[in-house]
Nanobody, 112 residues
């Protein structure tokens, strides 16, 4: 089965940290553009961070300086390190591979 699976979500207080993981199976991430998206209740899905095959990264303005996207090709896994979390970061976070393959999402809840 070709799939990506997220893990690492949970509930934290404002100012806390979480590390999300996205592990691919049945396909390598090495040559793929990968990204994290999120969707909060009542809002449209938005791009959080993107990492190119060569390692170049892009971030939404709202998370710059707080979130870091990375990947480990040997583990076929992408990560999102989230620090200094804010209540407005509360959302379901989705892994995306190559603009076509989506994970099931993992809930991140940040309380004030």
């Amino acid at each position: 089965q070709v799939q990506v699976v997220e893990s690492g979500g949970g509930s934290v207080q404002a100012g806390g940290s979480l590390r999300l993981s996205c592990t691919a199976s049945g396909i390598t991430i090495r040559l793929a553009i990968m990204a994290w998206y999120r969707q909060a209740p009542g809002k449209q899905r938005e791009l959080v961070a993107r990492i190119m095959s060569g390692g170049v990264t892009n971030y939404a303005d709202s998370v710059k300086g707080r979130f870091t996207i990375s990947k480990d090709n040997a583990k076929n896994t992408m990560y999102l390190q989230m620090n200094s979390l804010k209540p407005e970061d509360t959302a379901v976070y989705y892994c995306n591979l190559g603009d076509w393959l989506w994970g099931q999402g993992t809930q991140v809840t940040v309380s004030s």
